[in-house]
């Protein structure tokens, strides 16, 4: 969440673990919110595609009649219309906690205003895009031949393997509860010499003009009481730890992007005190797996 005003954001801060524990254990206040705070932006998506597509084009990764999974697309199709319209010859997407729920048989869109508006924006912004008349021929080709596959699961609960070219995900890795899990999962799920582009978005999501506020608390108190599992969950990996594990579970990194932001704290607990990698506020990983 941004904080603009300056009173606002004192109080927030200064009050942040009761309202962080209210908002993670109240789940009526966390049903009435995390709609809003979590609808994806659709436009700055849109130009992660742009940065995504670049990174392949250098990286001689091509996208055309690939099988692309997208792990956590929240409530957006952009990246999946985007992996379409360049040629992938399907998408597919998979979210444990599905805000989109795109044809999940337990949800009605009809019912849903909020997302359906969303959709149509969506529609409306890539048709703007790329012409009314490509994106029209998109938009029915997805829907006459299936190209867009929703699965409502985690990465280590589904049955692929050595089955999908590329997997990507945008703001995802950060919330996941079992980040080891997945990651091996993903090496499994992708064929030999398969690709996958991650970009994590490292910062406490409470309040981005505090991006390290949660190194105040101990593991315990953290996973205890002040974040839960669902969409909202948090798991404050460090960049460092997440490259070991990709490491770890046989990928190669063929680039990476961090961003460095100026770690204001003062309050580090010792669960993250020593780290060299505490300034990094983001990092993109493009990784390629060999079998
Ligand atoms: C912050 S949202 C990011 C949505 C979108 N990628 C974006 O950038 O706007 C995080 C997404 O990750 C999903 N997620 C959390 N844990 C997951 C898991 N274990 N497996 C798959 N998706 C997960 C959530 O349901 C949510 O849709």
Same mark, same amino acid.
């Given at each position: 969440m941004q904080l603009n005003n300056k009173f606002l954001s004192s109080i927030f801060n200064a009050?942040?673990?009761?309202?962080?524990?209210?908002?993670?254990?109240?789940?009526?206040?966390?049903?009435?919110?995390?709609?809003?705070?979590?609808s994806s932006d659709y436009k700055s998506l849109d130009?992660?595609?742009?940065?995504?597509? $670049?990174?392949?084009?250098?990286?001689?990764?091509?996208?055309?009649?690939?099988?692309?999974?997208?792990?956590?697309?929240?409530?957006?199709?952009?990246?999946?219309?985007?992996?379409?319209f360049k040629g992938a010859k399907k998408v597919i997407l998979v979210d444990k906690y599905p805000l989109n729920s795109y044809k999940n048989s337990d949800f009605d869109i009809k019912k849903d205003k909020l997302q359906l508006n969303y959709f149509i924006r969506e529609r409306e912004f890539l048709k703007l895009k790329?012409? $009314?008349e490509n994106a029209e021929m998109l938009f029915s080709n997805i829907e006459k031949q299936n190209l867009i596959e929703f699965i409502a699961s985690d990465l280590d609960e589904i049955?692929?393997?050595n089955e999908v070219d590329i997997i990507v995900s945008n703001s995802?890795? *950060?919330?996941?509860?079992?980040?080891?899990?997945?990651?091996?999962a993903s090496a499994g799920i992708l064929k030999n010499n398969g690709i996958a582009l991650h970009s994590v978005d490292l910062r406490d999501h409470y309040n981005f003009k505090r991006p390290f506020l949660f190194y105040k608390y101990? *593991?315990?108190?953290?996973?205890?009481?002040? $974040?839960?599992?669902?969409?909202?969950y948090t798991n404050r990996l460090r960049a460092n730890h997440l490259k070991d594990i990709f490491l770890d579970a046989g990928f190669q990194i063929l680039y990476k992007n961090e961003i460095n932001l100026?770690?204001?704290?003062?309050?580090?607990?010792?669960?993250?005190?020593?780290?060299?990698?505490?300034?990094?506020?983001?990092?993109?990983?493009?990784?390629?797996?060999?079998?």
């Open positions: 009050f942040d673990m009761p309202l962080r524990f209210v908002y993670s254990h109240f789940s009526p206040i966390r049903k009435m919110l995390y709609k809003k705070l979590y130009e992660k595609f742009n940065y995504f597509d $670049t990174l392949f084009k250098q990286h001689n990764v091509n996208i055309n009649d690939k099988i692309v999974m997208e792990v956590g697309p929240g409530n957006s199709l952009i990246l999946a219309y985007n992996f379409l790329i012409g $009314t049955k692929f393997e995802v890795f *950060e919330h996941i509860y079992n980040p080891k899990n997945s990651i091996i101990s *593991e315990k108190v953290w996973e205890k009481y002040l $974040t839960k599992l669902g969409v909202s100026p770690l204001n704290e003062k309050k580090i607990n010792s669960h993250f005190k020593g780290r060299s990698d505490l300034d990094i506020s983001q990092i993109d990983l493009l990784l390629k797996i060999q079998k």
